[in-house]
């Protein structure tokens, strides 16, 4: 295939949705940057490699050097500590934006998170346009990345696509991911398409695949340019709890959306900083 991409940086090439990208992108982009803190092997000769920490944002400048497309998928991926959160997710993104920026980069699309929806019930079908409703800190830090991303479009014009990623997995193995499941190859489709999409100047899209029981709307992909092919319906005959019916109004967020969930994160807070006998 003769490459058409131009120069594609990935950040988080070593975790698991960077690696099917890695290998999807291979012999379509001129070159492909591969960033990430984990050490990751050179796999081809349009692969570069660099070892940093999105902390750094001299590095991730530096790193962008050249970049006509950045595809950013580093960060902590579930629930913390929101410190920790706001650090890795929250500053990381502010830092591979700030550097896209400079380095005039034309596109840059952003790993998003459905969670930043959450609250809403089971029985809605939500759009990107509708109000946030986070079902934990984590969802938090991608409502402010999403935030990041639209100042940056406004204020900078740089192009940005957000993907409200689903439940990324090989296949549907819980009743959640009925609705939820982003299959590897709508999960690849959905990323080509945000990347090659012509004159975007801000859009968010939730990237989650054609599953009968899904509550997003799949509308702002489309007009992307990618209409997702899977349905875990196809494996719901496998999935424990599957003829169960979802109480209509519970959280969208399923067991995310637990208080427990949270607590434990905000008590790994607490007792950081005042000791494990410290206030509870
Ligand atoms: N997997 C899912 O179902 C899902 C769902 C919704 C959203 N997302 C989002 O998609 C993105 C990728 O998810 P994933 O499942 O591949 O996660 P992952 O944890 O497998 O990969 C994340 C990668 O980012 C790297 N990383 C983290 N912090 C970094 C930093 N400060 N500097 C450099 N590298 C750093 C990690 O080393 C890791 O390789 C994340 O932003 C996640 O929030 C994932």
Redesign the pocket.
């Known amino acids: 295939m003769t490459p058409s991409l131009g120069t594609v940086v990935v ?9 099917i990208v890695r290998a999807a992108l291979r012999d379509e982009a001129r070159h492909l940057v591969l ?4 050490h990751l092997d050179v796999q081809s000769p349009a692969e570069r490699v660099i070892r ?4 750094n944002l001299e590095a991730v400048v530096s790193a962008f050097d050249g970049a006509d497309v950045v595809v ?7 629930e913390a500590p929101l410190a920790d959160l706001l ?3 929250v500053l ?1 993104t502010y830092h591979v934006l700030e550097a896209a920026r400079r380095q005039q980069v034309d596109r840059v699309v ?6 930043v929806t959450g609250f809403y019930p089971v029985d809605t079908i939500v759009d990107p346009d509708d109000p946030v409703r986070p079902d934990g800190f ?1 969802g938090v830090s ?1 409502v402010a990345i999403e935030a990041l991303a639209r100042l940056y479009a406004d204020k900078f014009a740089l192009s940005v696509v957000c ?7 090989d296949r549907p193995d819980e009743a959640r991911y009925l609705a939820t499941w ?1 299959s590897p190859r709508d999960c690849v489709g959905f990323i080509r398409a945000a990347i090659t999409a012509p004159t975007v100047s801000f859009v968010t899209a939730y990237a989650v695949s054609a599953n009968t029981r899904r509550f997003w709307d799949l509308d702002a992909g489309i007009r992307l340019g990618y209409t997702p092919v899977d349905n875990a319906e196809e494996y719901a005959a496998g999935v424990a709890g599957a003829e169960v019916r979802t109480d209509p109004h519970s959280p969208q967020g399923g067991g995310y959306a637990n208080a427990d969930y949270t607590l434990r994160h905000i008590h790994e807070h607490q007792r950081a900083r005042t000791g494990p006998s410290g206030p509870r």
Request: overall charge negative.
């Open positions: 950040t988080g090439a070593a975790g698991r949705i960077g690696t960033i990430d803190r984990d940093l920490d999105l902390a950013h998928l580093a960060g902590v991926p579930d650090d890795a997710n990381g952003i790993a998003s998170s459905n969670r984590y991608k993907l409200r990623i689903g439940s990324f997995e982003l």
